[in-house]
């Protein structure tokens, strides 16, 4: 507690790298948008990229109203000497709950404190970053849904799932829960509270919602493959804010985090065209672009707590095991139409697991600090198995309980406001059933009522109908 006349003052420095940070993990979401866009198929890549968009909507309001209190607050019961208390699970009811000033008396003109020192970031600042993680981990789940969900049964899952999964799972990890706290599992920047997080619940979500119809006789190909490398590289772009914004303020482990996060991502883009040469004979660009977000996704937790060199091994590793994992759900029967669980999941457990491996208190002095996060070196760096045995604790944990819960709430959103589509509304595309849009306008140039020329208010000629060839369907394996 502050003394009196204690009076702290802005870190400018700090606070200007929070905020761009800010603004570069709030471009991630329009980048995941892209990307799971581009592997979609035309006549439902609107609807895929309204999934994300709208996660901006939805979450920012949740998150304000209650969402940062009860991932962050710590005013409730702390537990007394080592027991168990209510902030081991959940953060405060009354805390922040979206106001000025909340009825303990804080204020979020108050500075936000990180291992027990001011980091000078008015606690608003913090709010605003780590609310662009809430929005892109709810919808990261969206892909494994793609081509076959209802826009409103998507929100009311997302709303359900980011109030009773991502936010207690949020405090567990970073906000003094028991994962971080009386675990001491280490998650630089999320690779449980995000990655693990979003892909448990889009395997759940996407066994309760069903194969889309075709899977996998037919082919469900990406419609455009610039859109997957555009997207991949926004998320490339936005991710240094996501890794290396999450030391919060401007220091040695945030340029090790921002290193890391770069060379991680190169060596699983390599380790993923490698795979798909000895496999299929050729390296593709959606290879590319694939193996870059799994070597982003991986070095996600370990980021700040690793060698740059270290880095580049787990790199490769989660590019070429990921790029494996994508084939389960053929093998399993699972229909995860844009891979959430093969480079999310699967991901997010390498990353996770390589901090017990690699983790070294000389990249990051606060990894051994018993007054700060008290955790163990990693294997290779004299501390045994006892980290590696705490990460694989914490990953389990998220993994089953989001699985359970998400799978829940599917269910329910199922069975009341519906969360599938028709099987009609499906093959004819959900763009035009759910959105009344399409994101191509494909009719001939000539003159027919919703080309380009009428969208630009002029009329032109009909041709005769005796001349009008009405053309034939087109089938599920051309319009993809």
């Not at 694989?392 to 309980?401: E, K, L, P």
Request: hydrophobic residues 50%.
């Amino acid at each position: 507690m502050l003394l009196a006349e204690e009076v702290l003052t802005v870190d400018t420095g700090n606070t200007t790298w929070l905020l761009v940070s800010s603004a570069l993990v709030l471009l991630m979401t329009p980048g995941l948008a892209f990307f799971y866009g581009g592997l979609n198929r035309s006549k439902s890549v609107l609807n895929m990229m309204m999934m994300s968009f709208s996660c901006i909507g939805l979450i920012s309001v949740l998150w304000l109203l209650y969402g940062f209190s009860l991932s962050f607050g710590s005013n409730e019961n702390k537990g007394v000497d080592g027991g168990w208390g209510v902030n081991d699970f959940i953060g405060s009811f009354t805390q922040y709950l979206g106001f000025a000033k909340g009825t303990t008396g804080t204020t979020f003109s108050e500075f936000w404190f990180a291992g027990g020192a001011s980091t000078g970031i008015p606690t608003y600042v913090f709010l605003v970053f780590q609310m662009m993680f809430a929005i892109i981990t709810v919808a990261l789940i969206s892909g494994s849904l793609s081509d076959r969900t209802k826009f409103f049964g998507w929100l009311l899952f997302a709303a359900g799932w980011f109030t009773l999964v991502y936010v207690p799972v949020a405090h567990w990890v970073w906000g003094g829960g028991f994962i971080g706290a009386k675990w001491h599992a280490l998650d630089f920047a999320g690779g449980t509270a995000v990655h693990i997080n979003a892909g448990a619940a889009a395997l759940a979500a996407a066994l309760v919602v069903g194969k889309r119809v075709g899977w996998p006789k037919d082919t469900f190909k990406p419609h455009n493959v610039p859109f997957v490398a555009l997207g991949a590289g926004l998320l490339w772009f936005g991710w240094f804010g996501f890794n290396a914004g999450s030391e919060l303020t401007a220091d040695g482990t945030a340029a090790v985090a921002f290193v890391n996060t770069q060379v991680a991502t190169a060596a699983a883009l390599l380790g993923w065209l490698l795979v798909e040469w000895i496999r299929d004979g050729k390296p593709t660009l959606v290879g590319a672009s694939s193996g870059a977000v799994a070597g982003l996704v991986a070095i996600t937790p370990a980021c700040g707590f690793i060698s740059p060199w270290a880095a580049i091994i787990l790199g490769l590793v989660a590019g070429a095991v990921c790029a494996l994992a994508v084939s389960l759900k053929y093998k399993f029967g699972y229909d995860d139409s844009l891979d959430v669980v093969g480079v999310h999941f699967v991901g997010g457990w390498i990353g996770s697991l390589a901090i017990g491996l690699f983790a070294n208190a000389a990249v990051n002095s606060w990894i051994t600090d018993p007054n700060i996060l008290g955790a163990s070196n990693g294997l290779f760096y004299g501390g045994g198995l006892t980290q590696l045995g705490r990460q694989a604790a914490a990953s389990g944990v998220v993994s089953v309980y989001s699985f359970t819960v998400a799978a829940i709430i599917a269910w329910v959103v199922s069975k009341t406001a519906g969360l599938r589509v028709s099987k009609d509304a499906e093959v004819g595309g959900i763009d035009i059933s759910e959105h009344a849009e399409s994101a191509y306008d494909l009719s001939p140039a000539s003159g027919g009522g919703s080309g380009a020329f009428a969208l630009a208010g002029i009329t032109t000629p009909k041709a005769p109908v005796a001349e009008v060839e009405e053309s034939a369907p087109v089938t599920e394996k051309v319009s993809g």
